[in-house]
Antibody, heavy 120, light 112 residues
């Protein structure tokens, strides 16, 4: 059974940094393309970014609102995906979901999410 | 700005059929890119409902179906049940966007 378990969310002041993690199991993590999708309270889904598998180059890509501030990385030895968030803004407040990404660019498995609140 | 437009809300009585539209443009759906649909039950994470326009993952009832034509796509739900009350999101690929992923704004389905 595929499981994605996010952790590391919390309350952080504007301008601060936070790293959230996603522990994966039930599939070959090293072969998977992974993404982060976020959802602000009461709002819709917003894609944050993705990382390819190392065999496909391991490259990252980001949505415009987070480019230059957020970094996605992976540790295949630990089956873990990371999202490093710097220079956080109040508008980054959201539940952050870890997902798998298929070649047709759809998200087939989702974690339960971790809430990041940016507030002074 | 590239967007996928969905109606904010739809409703139907149990047993009825409802459809949710997703209207895009020439840089996403109209360019031939696939459309995918997600269901988000209250207080839970989204779940893949339809992928590549009309394909249901294992475990999704055949009451749910998807279609695509031109610059739009639709999700149809037949034999509406109370448990279908949820938010529904369409998603596609957009060649003009940084990162290329685009979600619709979401549609709240209310079962009357």
């Amino acid at each position: 059974e595929v499981q994605l378990v996010e952790s590391g969310g919390g309350l952080i002041k504007p301008g601060g940094s936070l790293r959230v993690s996603c522990a994966a199991s039930g599939f070959t993590f090293s072969n998977a393309w992974m993404t982060w999708v976020r959802q602000a309270p009461g709002k819709g889904l917003q894609w944050v970014g993705r990382i390819k598998s190392k065999s496909d180059g391991g490259t990252t890509d980001y949505a415009a609102p987070v480019k230059g501030r957020f970094t996605i990385s992976r540790d295949d030895s630990k089956n873990t995906l990371y999202l490093q968030m710097n220079s956080l803004k109040t508008e980054d407040t959201a539940v952050y979901y870890c997902t798998t990404l298929k070649p047709s660019y759809f998200f087939d498995y989702w974690g339960q999410g971790t809430l990041v609140t940016v507030s002074s | 700005q590239s967007v996928l437009t969905q109606p904010p809300s739809v409703s139907g009585a149990p047993g009825q059929r409802v459809t949710i539209s997703c209207t895009g443009s020439s840089s996403n759906i109209g360019a031939g890119h696939d459309v995918h649909w997600y269901q988000q039950l209250p207080g839970t994470a989204p779940k893949l409902l339809i992928h590549v326009n009309s394909n249901r993952p294992s475990g999704v009832p055949d009451r749910f179906s998807g279609s695509k034509s031109g610059t739009s796509a639709s999700l149809a739900i037949t034999g509406l049940q109370a448990e279908d009350e949820a938010d529904y999101y369409c998603q596609s690929y957009d060649s003009s966007l940084s990162g290329h992923v685009l979600f619709g704004g979401g549609t709240k389905l209310t079962v009357l």
